[in-house]
């Protein structure tokens, strides 16, 4: 779904392969709070290699004796990949299990602490992620693109794994709009964010497409670090200067009922292209999400490359809670994702055997 889309630095040529081995795939959670040490909330820093986030989960909730909903995380994590994330397992009174029995090879608990407040979704301020591209078919050319996105970013769009596999989510959310009923909360929450999502990229496409990075009067722009927004009317140097230093960033709204948020000709942009897709807008005020504010562009923190030989090549970078390391990996190679290869050739040879 993400190929389709607008590329701020032009499609990219050059090729490379990711996740040939969950190894090649890193990703490290960051939280913004240092843990209490005490209370009846247990916060375990497990690594995880070819498990996902539920299957931890329900391993935690088995393991404590504790019912799955007292087992709570940050966010979901990629199973093809080996990640380190944090799991809060809230258990009443002083007793504290034996956590480094649950050591093995794909689970392995490296931090345990107490903590007075349950973990919940979104409790992230990022995560670091460590990429390795093999079979690049030309490292020069991707090393002038890695300069390009270091400087100026590239589009914020939500990865593909927002949508479900082939974009099933979005299909399910319309079955939802149109009178479906969905009974399961953690679905429900799944398909209203897949339809916003593809509000967002779309209307963030759009942009791209006709503007590029110009500003228009009636923006809404964030102030950078933070979730505040407010409008500007018109566009002076101050402002200008002030977008160019990053202090302010381009917005495209992540949709729901109640203002916009821009005025003048950036609403005019915004209510025309989000004109196709008036089922999800309806669907996403009937139930009762709220207009908000997402940046235009997404930039890595402490972005750094190290070239391993003429093929291979490292990425290492920082990402705010909610960015996806595939928006800046589409925009420097077209990838072949190896563990989806590895998927489909599974798929194909089971469709056989039947």
């Known amino acids: 779904m993400l190929t389709s889309l607008t590329y701020l630095h032009g499609q990219p040529t050059i090729t490379a392969d990711i996740r040939s081995d ?24 497990i690594q995880k ?86 079979n690049v078919s030309a490292i020069d050319a991707l090393l002038a693109r890695l300069e390009q996105v270091q400087q100026v970013g590239v589009p914020n769009y939500f990865g593909e794994q927002r ?62 670090g933070s979730r505040s927004f407010f409008t500007v009317e018109h566009w002076d140097d101050t402002l200008l200067e002030r977008l160019k230093t990053a202090d302010i960033q381009l917005s495209a709204p992540l949709w729901g009922e109640g203002e916009l948020g821009a005025n003048g000709a950036a609403a005019q942009f915004e209510t025309g292209a989000a004109a196709a897709f008036e089922s999800e807008l309806v669907g996403l005020a009937k139930f009762g999400l709220k207009q908000e504010r997402r940046p235009l562009l997404l930039q890595a923190e402490q972005f750094h490359w190290q070239q391993v030989d003429d093929t291979t090549l490292v990425l290492d970078f920082i990402l705010p809670a909610g960015a996806f390391a595939t928006s800046v990996l589409r925009e420097l190679v077209q990838y072949q994702d190896m563990a989806e290869v590895r998927r489909q050739q599974w798929l194909a040879s089971k469709e056989q055997q039947e």
């Open 22 to 45: 969950n190894a090649d795939f890193i990703v490290q959670e960051i939280l913004p709070f240092t843990m209490t040490g005490e209370g009846e909330h247990h916060l375990l820093y």
């Open 49 to 134: 290699n070819g498990l996902n986030t539920t299957e931890v989960a329900e391993r935690l909730s088995k393991f404590a004796k504790v019912h799955p909903r007292d087992v709570s995380y940050a966010g979901q994590k990629d199973k093809n990949a080996i990640t380190e994330q944090w799991f809060c397992v809230r258990i009443p009174g002083k007793e504290t299990p034996e956590w480094q029995h649950l050591n093995g090879e794909l689970l392995t608990v490296l931090e345990a602490t107490r903590h007075n407040k349950k973990l919940r979704i979104g409790a992230l301020s990022g995560n670091r992620f460590k990429l390795t591209l093999r």
């Open 163 to 224: 949508f479900g596999h082939n974009g099933a989510n979005i299909q399910k959310a319309r079955d939802m709009f149109a009178g479906k009923k969905v009974k399961n909360s953690n679905q429900k929450s799944m398909y209203l964010s897949a339809a916003r999502s593809l509000v967002f990229n779309q209307l963030v496409s759009a942009r791209l497409d006709k503007h590029q990075l110009a500003p228009l009067d009636g923006d809404c722009v964030m102030l950078s």
